[in-house]
């Protein structure tokens, strides 16, 4: 493959360092420690970031109360169902300010309450300036998040468009995300290992997206 990339104006890899102050990354692993209360682990992380101690409190406790989690910011995160921890690993990420935000399958394995409430959170970042890259196997999720949606098979974008054109190509009447995912991928179960594709993660996803242009 070859290509470049810019993030907020900088080159991904002529300047990832520079790159990296712009982006928050929630991966699909949650990123904390157990033995350390909520506000323990986002006052370790900011540290990591080079951020002045009391600035990183206000932001610690500005992002936890905006994922509604303020008031178990002195409890231990082992003592969390996953849905918490979620909320604060996507307090984590966000300690920077971000620019732009990346999300691996944020709501995987939530209850119907917390992913509504975590969906919630990420259009008010997008209507906050926060440009969201989200990648999702959940279908309506993708519909109701994205300005733009990308369905990829084995490594590559097959399909890129807003959700309402990629529904329309179908000539069908009330098509769905998932009636263009599977027109486009085929409806077989696949079998591969990860060493079978040209991908680190498998199979067929969708990335959606929420941006603004500055």
Do not use: C
Not at 126 to 151: F, K, N, R, Y
């Amino acid at each position: 493959t070859s290509g470049s990339g810019r993030v907020a104006g900088h080159d991904i890899v002529k300047e990832p360092a520079r790159v990296r102050e712009h982006i928050g990354l929630v991966a699909e692993k949650i990123i904390l420690y157990d033995r350390l209360t909520a506000l323990e682990n986002l006052m370790f992380f900011g540290s990591l970031y080079h951020l002045p101690k009391k600035e990183i409190k206000v932001r610690a406790m500005k992002w936890l109360k905006a994922l509604e989690m303020d008031r178990w910011a002195d409890k231990l995160t082992g003592t969390f169902s996953t849905g918490m921890k979620q909320r604060v690993n996507i307090a984590r990420a966000l300690l920077t300010e971000p620019e732009v935000m990346f999300l691996d399958e944020p709501t995987l394995g939530l209850d119907p309450q917390t992913s509504r409430s975590i969906r919630d959170f990420i259009q008010d970042l997008h209507e906050h300036g926060v440009t969201v890259i989200l990648t999702t196997h959940i279908m309506p999720e993708a519909d109701e998040l994205s300005d733009t949606v990308a369905i990829i098979d084995r490594g590559k974008i097959i399909a890129i468009d807003t959700p309402k054109n990629l529904k329309l190509s179908l000539n069908k009447e009330n098509a769905t995300l998932e009636d263009v995912f599977l027109q486009l991928t085929g409806r077989d179960m696949r079998e591969e290992t990860h060493e079978e594709i040209p991908s680190a993660r498998s199979g067929r996803h969708m990335f959606g997206g929420k941006s603004r242009i500055r």
